[in-house]
């Protein structure tokens, strides 16, 4: 009986053995990791702070009556004044939520749904994440007016340009910190003075600043903040908002249960990730200053190294108001999905890890005016806390080595060094 | 009645800790600093991960050297930054078994 299924299973090109099958490496080594954006690799400081909650504090962190909850409780709490504490906040404004797609939603649909219909305009940025873009595109499908700004060439958005598209039913601007893709950073402070003076609600997706850059929400007059845990080596499935309470920021809730988290996110707190978000946010408000001048100065070697050794490279965003952790750079003659595939001992990006599955130019070097060609050899390399400077080193090597190889194979950079004007052929097929 | 109980880990992986144990009476030295440099970078050179290996070892050697550089005379920040070092010491260590216990592919070059 046994051997006539295991052949079955052989034979079978839907056999779930080999669907599901991890055994075996597609390649034989580890990559270097350079996807920082995408996801960072959980602390062990983090882990060793969330075992205990695993193990034998597993308690429901609502159960008032015993001590197994009050230790769940006693757990979320001092991750609450830890979050908080990062970004000048009080703890009783942090919600929990499941990620920062999950705080984008509630803050974009709450506040919209409980201002519908007094007011019924949102201004957001077209280099926004697919979570922003989806849910305002749902909003407009309701009935309401979204505006998405355009970004200057490095970037940026343009403060005149969100003046101008201010209107007297705007209810909320949702502008993100740092880009996930080019890593710019935003005016946070002008564009939260802007909104203050004219009483409409301030939202940012900061998942990528977070704990990278410092925050003031009070200082930015920030009203609504998304964060997420496993862009600070944190675990994966943890995230928060922040949700102003003077002057009060009233929003629906998308969620209905119990009433947990102020109402606003009911449904069990899940307290051992939580407490691992808390611990991350800990360990990056200690360790912010010396990671920051660590990830820049391995970011301007990595620059520097590659536009000495290879011509043709663009530095896709703002060279200063960025987070240097971020590098999107653009080869000239050298498609992006090949030179991916040559940088096998490298896990990077191509484009955002939740758009990478099309096969589309990034919306986001769409916006910066990127043409499609440099859009399409776009590599977006990321850097954290755990990258070494031998990293650095073996992956300018290894990239120098792949691009040359690429372009040496290309025959319109061929072209391109005969001297052909590009612009002045004719493309058409006889 | 405190709600928040102790989160620290009371039962302590540290083995042959009689000049590590925190000290709460006399005054730190720089000798005992020195030493717990000395075993934080030793374990932390334990981790069978590369990048968290390379980090740990440079980040005990940047916050010791950048402590004993500033000839601290306060002994109540002296004992709390050791008593900091101390516990990170039994994070590293705990940390150490699990990396072990679920071991990972090597890098191209670390072959």
Known sequence: MLSISKIAIKKSPLSLSSYFSNTKPRYKFRSHYFDFQATSPTDPRVLDKMLPYMITKQGNAHSKTHMHGWEAEGGVEEARAHVSDLIHADPKEIIFTSGATESNNIAIKGVMNFLNPMKKHVITSQIEHKCVLESCKLLESKGFDVTYLPVQRNGIIDIGELKKAIRPDTGLVSIMGVNNEIGVLQPLKEIGNLCRSNKIKFHTDCAQMFGKLPIDVNDMKIDLMSISGHKIYGPKGVGALYVRRRPRVRLLALQSGGGQERGIRSGTLPSPIIVGLGEAARIAKSEMERDNRRIKKLADKLISQVMEKIPLVQLNGDKEKRYHGCVNLSFAFAEGESLLMNLKDFALSSGSACTSASLEPSYVLRALGVPDEYAHSSLRIGLGRFTTEKEIDFFVETLVTSVERLREMSPLYDMYLEGVDFTKINWSHD | ?111
């Open chain 2, 1 to 111: 009645m405190s709600l928040t109980l102790s989160t620290q880990n009371t039962f302590s992986f540290v083995q042959n800790t009689t000049t590590l144990l925190k000290n709460h009476f006399s005054k730190i030295t720089t000798k005992q600093l020195a030493q717990l440099k000395k075993t934080t970078v030793e374990e932390a050179s334990k981790f069978t991960n590369y990048n968290f290996r390379e980090y740990f070892k440079e980040r005990a050697n940047d916050l010791f050297d950048e402590f004993i550089s500033k000839n601290e005379t306060n002994e109540e920040l002296v004992k709390q930054f050791y008593d900091d070092r101390l516990s990170e010491l039994e994070v590293i260590k705990r940390q150490v078994l699990i990396g072990k216990l679920y071991p990972e592919q090597k890098f191209v070059k670390e072959n």
